[in-house]
């Protein structure tokens, strides 16, 4: 307790500032976009960058620019709702812990990062229920186990995979010209906070794995790694959602899916959309090469 105490503490200077840039950057997301769009025309905008649709290099990428358009804008709903989902599990375990003793240092900021991902849900619930649905999610959580140092490290850890995953979707997309306006809002207001809250996973799982790595054992460290690279694995095969595709008119969505998951082109497009997050987790050691499904 007394060794995470102080590796949090140690995290002060760097908490503090996000605590100052948070209420500087604060937003109610009912003024910042009041006024929403009564309908969207799926053909006729982009409302995901073509280079980052699931599709995109592999067989099925449509040759009509109005189908590539439209799978684009149900790729926009898969990719929002991703987030939803997300940001559901990480408000909850945000939320538990709350005022714990050992975490009493970042509390503050833990409502900081609780009322950003709320004001996110927003966007996303708003375009999601207008515009199209709000997809499924498949992923089934991993079974928890009794050890609260690992369920710590592994729930930032989660968090920290999940959105340097997303932000780099953000990132681009916020920038893209061609996309619609509204596309681009969401895409930037999410990047503004989401780019706090990287700096904070990162400190925070560093925290953890320092602390308590000297005392887990081999077996213990193969468990963790074993985890971590399932969850690469399963945060990126949401993005290739077998609805998306029943929704845009493929016969046999599934074998679309997996086609997609094994196309060399989406490989590529994974290893490069992870190498950052990649490179963190190798150069901690929490994973001694990148999993197989990302590079």
Known sequence: MTALREAIAAMSGTVDRLNELSREKYT???????TW????????????????STLYGTPYWPEDEARQRELCFHESANFFSLNIHGEK?????????LYRPDLADIADYLHHFLDEENKHSVYFGTYC?????????????F???TDRAVEDL??????????????????LQARDDRLHPLARFINEAHHADESRHL?????????????????????????????LNQFFTTTWREYYNPDVYADCGYDDPWDVA????????????????SAKCLRFFTSTGLLLEEPADVR
């Open 129 to 141: 229920r207008r515009y199209a649905r709000v997809y499924r999610s498949r992923h089934v959580p």
């Open 143 to 145: 079974p928890g186990g």
């Open 37 to 52: 769009p009564d309908s969207l025309d799926a053909t006729a905008d982009w409302f995901t960058s073509p280079e980052l």
């Open 258 to 273: 997996e086609a997609a998951w094994q196309a060399p082109a989406q490989r590529e497009h994974r290893r490069q959309v």
């Open 28 to 34: 109610n997301p009912y003024e910042a976009l009041a």
């Open 89 to 97: 599990a990480l408000m909850q375990g945000l939320a538990t812990r």
């Open 199 to 227: 700096v904070f996973n990162r400190a925070i799982v560093r925290a953890f794995w320092d602390t308590y790595v000297p005392e887990w054992t081999g077996e213990r460290l193969t468990e963790i790694r074993k985890y």
């Open 154 to 171: 592994l729930f930032f850890a989660k968090v920290l995979i999940f959105e340097e995953i997303a932000d780099r979707h953000n990132v």
